[in-house]
C-alpha cells in the first residue's frame, strides 16, 4: 500500500480525535493546514479509497486504520442495551465507546460500517463464546441456518442460532444446559446481524 504523506496523516490525526463530531471540508483544511476544500476531498477521496476512512450516512468520517498499525482497522465497540427494534438503536451508546483494532481480514470492506464489537454475556453459546468473550458482529437481517446471529426478543439481545421447524422457530443454546427457546406469534421480536468472528482477548486493549 502506498505510504501517506504527511497532509493525510493530519487529516487521520484531527478525525480520529473528533468522531463524533460532523465538519466541512473548510473545517478540515483549516484544522490541517490545507487552503482549498478541494484538496482536502482528494485527500479524503484516496483515504477512503484505501480503507482508512469511511463516511457515514450522518455525515460523520470515522478512522478505520492508523497509518501506523499495519493491516488493523478500528471497528467500534458498543455494549447491549434493554431497548429498541433496528440497527444500531438496540446498543447501550449512541456512539461508540471506544474502537478497538482488527485484523482487515476479518471484515468486508465495502460493509465496514455494518461492523460493530460487543461483549457476550452469560454461558448460554459455550464452549464457542463464553460469557466476557468480544464478538465481531455484521449488521443483517439474512442469515445461514449455521449461522450465530444478535437476535432481540421481547427487548432482550441474545446472541444464539435459529432452527424453523414447519412454521415454528426455536432459538438455539450450544450449551446444553440451556433450553431451546420458541418464539411465538406475540413475542417481539428482530435480527440484528450475524457473528462473524470471536476475537482473542489481547485484541480489546
Known amino acids: 500500500m502506498k505510504r501517506l504523506d504527511s497532509q493525510q496523516k493530519k487529516i ?7 468522531w463524533d463530531e460532523t465538519y466541512t471540508l473548510m473545517d478540515i483544511g483549516e484544522s490541517v493546514g490545507i487552503d482549498h476544500p478541494q484538496k482536502v476531498q482528494n485527500k479524503i477521496n484516496q483515504l477512503e479509497k484505501s480503507g482508512y476512512l469511511v463516511k457515514t450516512s450522518s455525515g460523520i468520517y470515522r478512522v ?27 446498543l447501550e451508546d449512541e456512539y461508540p465507546r471506544k474502537r478497538i483494532p482488527v485484523p482487515s481480514e476479518y471484515v468486508d470492506l465495502h460493509d465496514i460500517a455494518d461492523y460493530f464489537i460487543t461483549k457476550a454475556k452469560g454461558d448460554s453459546m459455550e464452549p464457542f463464546i ?30 444464539k442460532r435459529i432452527k424453523a421447524v414447519g412454521d415454528q422457530r426455536f432459538l438455539l443454546s450450544l450449551n446444553k444446559e440451556h433450553k431451546d427457546l420458541e418464539l411465538t406469534p406475540f413475542d417481539d421480536t428482530h435480527i440484528v446481524g450475524v457473528v462473524k468472528r470471536v476475537l482473542e482477548e489481547e485484541l480489546e486493549g
Not at 487521520?12 to 473528533?18: A, R, Y
Not at 449488521?139 to 439481545?157: A, C, F, K, R, W
Request: hydrophobic share 40%.
Open 130 to 159: 463464553h460469557s466476557g468473550d468480544l464478538v465481531l458482529i455484521k449488521i443483517q437481517s439474512g442469515y445461514q441456518t449455521e449461522d450465530m446471529v444478535l437476535i432481540v426478543q421481547n427487548q432482550q439481545p441474545k446472541i
Open 12 to 18: 487521520l490525526d484531527f478525525l480520529e480525535f473528533g
Open 64 to 90: 478505520l486504520k492508523r497509518y501506523d498499525e499495519g493491516n488493523q482497522l478500528h471497528i467500534p465497540f458498543f455494549g447491549f442495551a434493554q431497548c429498541g427494534h433496528a440497527g444500531r438503536t438496540i
